[in-house]
């Protein structure tokens, strides 16, 4: 995880306290934009950005990687409907697969800054455009696959936009998504100048009006809708912080909460205005937790690992970190990643006689103290590096296998980790025994987990 990645220089400048970062003046953010979009002219000039290449020229495995992985969904798609496994009606699934997978890279870009300055992260900014043009690009296959189901009547398919309010309203969205992505080029970029930033801007009111067709199509269940409903009021309150507040790790719980409040007032209203199902039933549901998580929780949840990943990125980028941060951020990391899948509806079903999940996350947990001081151990060594890797691959386990529900892909996965576990245990061996002795429960974990999927 790029917790455990190296300090950039400005990165610990931006958080090496107030003076160091006084919030900068109108004229000083203007002329540091105009900078920025000149340097970006200049770079562009210099070498082929390509998307898996810095703007020096110079092979980026982040970029490489965010490229790949926004590909992952159209494939899964691509895969499902050639397997046959859409349902009765594939292409109807296509559709709402691809304006789902829309709606959440909007989000994803608009998460973007954040994360840049919170967890001081400059390079996450390399691939925001990556992530919008891929947005615009489901969007578009989400109204061919439409033109598809209306069987290429494309004067139907214009006048349905015209009568149909919540398509009307998705049209208005994708025109602006794809407007963005066209201007997104460094040669836009230098041509606007100041002018660029402004119609950037409407990137907001345009995945406001996004979650407005969703909601608008979503019929008696706007759950899912109302939950990234929740994750943009975030980001757009972290937006509405002043330049000095931005930054605060202290302001992340109360915009959690806040994001939370706005949530459930955002489900109570639109119950009792668009539905005749009695708002305060499905609010009583949401304060008893009855039947999992909802959305208003969810929200709440997703603040709080926000929270939870810019602490721990701020223990990683300390200079010099003491060693026993090692093992709490490994376990720390395990906390968040459990409550991101609880957060995200990722459980998928239980497997028979899997142990209770609180049994799995103590498990996670306990894992990752041990790997973690296994790596204090090691510092200084490349065998440092890969256990973060060892632990990478464990916490994206259950994204990748509960998410997609996939037997096969959970045993791909668990035996990728025990493969690598071992690898990692053989080669720290002669550098410090112990690390050895402690990557070893890894094994012994997803070897029962295996035997469980197996059944
Ligand atoms: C001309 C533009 C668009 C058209 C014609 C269109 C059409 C549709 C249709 C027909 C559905 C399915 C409704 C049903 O269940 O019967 C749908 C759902 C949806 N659309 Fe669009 N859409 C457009 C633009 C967009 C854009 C720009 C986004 C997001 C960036 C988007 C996101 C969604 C989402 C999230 C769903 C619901 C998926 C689900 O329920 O799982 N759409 N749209």
Not at 353 to 374: E, I, K, R
Not at 408 to 435: E, M, Y
Request: aromatic share 10%.
């Amino acid at each position: 995880m790029s917790v455990h990645g190296p300090a950039a220089p400005n990165a610990v400048a931006s958080l090496a306290g107030p003076a160091a970062q006084r919030a900068p003046g109108r004229g000083q953010l203007a002329a540091a934009a105009a900078r920025d979009v000149a340097s970006r002219g200049v770079a562009a000039r210099r070498a082929t950005v390509r998307p898996w290449t810095d703007r020096g020229g110079r092979f980026s495995p982040f970029k490489a990687a965010v490229f790949t992985l926004l590909f992952a969904p159209a494939l899964w798609l691509a895969a499902s409907w050639w397997l046959d496994a859409l349902g009765a009606r594939p292409v109807k699934a296509l559709i709402l697969g691809a304006g789902l997978w829309a709606c959440r890279l909007v989000l994803l870009s608009l998460l973007i800054s954040p994360a840049r300055v919170l967890a001081a992260w400059p390079g996450v900014l390399a691939v925001r455009r990556m992530v919008g043009v891929a947005a615009a690009l489901y969007a578009g296959t989400h109204l061919v696959l439409y033109a598809v189901q209306e069987n290429w009547h494309l004067g139907h398919v214009a006048l349905e936009i015209v009568r149909r309010f919540y398509l009307t309203i998705g049209f208005v969205a994708l025109c602006g998504l794809v407007a963005l992505a066209a201007s997104s080029t460094n040669e836009a970029m230098r041509r606007m100048g100041r002018n660029w930033k402004r119609l950037h801007r409407l990137a907001y009111p345009l995945a406001g009006l996004a979650l407005f067709h969703f909601f608008l199509q979503s019929k008696a269940d706007v759950g899912q809708a109302v939950l990234y409903a929740g994750v943009f009021v975030w980001a757009m309150l972290w937006r509405a912080l002043p330049a000095g507040r931005n930054r605060s790790l202290a302001v992340l719980p109360l915009l959690a909460l806040a994001a939370c409040a706005a949530t459930a007032a955002l489900e109570y209203a639109w119950y009792a205005l668009a539905t005749h199902i009695p708002p305060a039933r499905v609010l009583g549901a949401e304060l008893a937790l009855d039947f999992g998580p909802h959305p208003a929780g969810q929200v709440l949840m997703f603040g709080l690992v926000a929270t939870l990943a810019v602490a721990l990125r701020r223990m990683a980028l300390r200079e010099p970190r003491p060693a026993a941060l090692d093992p709490v951020l490994y376990a720390g990391a395990a906390v968040a990643a459990l409550a991101l899948v609880w957060t995200l509806s990722l459980g998928g079903d239980a497997l028979p006689d899997a142990p209770a999940s609180w049994v799995v996350a103590l498990a996670w947990v306990g894992l990752g103290v041990l790997l973690g001081t296994a790596r204090a151990g090691l510092r200084g060594t490349w065998q440092a590096r890969a256990a973060d890797g060892v632990w990478l691959l464990c916490l994206l386990y259950p994204l990748y296998t509960a998410g997609l529900d996939s037997r096969t892909l959970g045993l791909a996965g668990d035996a990728a980790i025990a493969l690598a576990a071992l690898a990692l245990a053989l080669t720290s061996w002669r550098v410090w025994r112990p690390a050895a002795v402690l990557a070893l429960p890894l094994l012994g974990w997803v070897g029962y987990v295996a035997r469980l999927t197996v059944g």
